[in-house]
């Protein structure tokens, strides 16, 4: 079962009509990012790899570089160069739910901020 923070954020993520999104980064090197959201239905395998494994067993950690139990994965970018997928995630531990983009190097993920907060994320794809 969700915690009411996941709970609130998909409400939110399933406003989204367009579920492939792009948008433009001030990093020179990543001119767009090519964002795909989970809908409901797909919001659970969106968490395998980074949450828990394909047999269900939990992932998380408490240690740097390792997945945080308080990121919950709401979509992927699409077209990475990386041979790993790359989440984007929300942290639920501050009421705000910044937007990250995670990147896994060398067994260890870090996040990446790309908004501050979930009403920054969504207020850019209007």
């Known amino acids: 079962m969700y915690t009411e923070e996941i709970a609130d954020i998909l409400a939110a993520i399933e406003k989204v009509e ?8 001030e990093d020179e090197e990543i001119q767009t990012l090519a964002i795909q959201l989970f809908d409901i239905d797909s919001i659970d ?6 949450r828990v494994s394909k047999d269900g067993t939990l992932l998380f950690g408490k240690e740097d570089g390792e997945w945080q139990e308080s990121w919950f994965v ?8 990386s ?9 639920v531990t501050d009421p705000q739910y910044p937007i990250f983009n995670g990147i896994k190097t060398a067994e260890k993920w870090e996040g990446f901020l790309l908004f501050s907060s979930l009403e920054e994320f969504l207020g850019s794809l209007e």
Do not use: H, M
Not at 18 to 25: A, E, K, T, V
């Open 83 to 91: 041979q790993e997928d790359e989440p984007i995630f929300a942290d």
């Open 18 to 25: 367009n579920r492939i999104l792009y948008l433009s980064s």
């Open 74 to 81: 709401i979509g992927t970018v699409l077209g990475s160069d």
């Open 45 to 50: 395998k969106g968490q395998v790899g980074c």
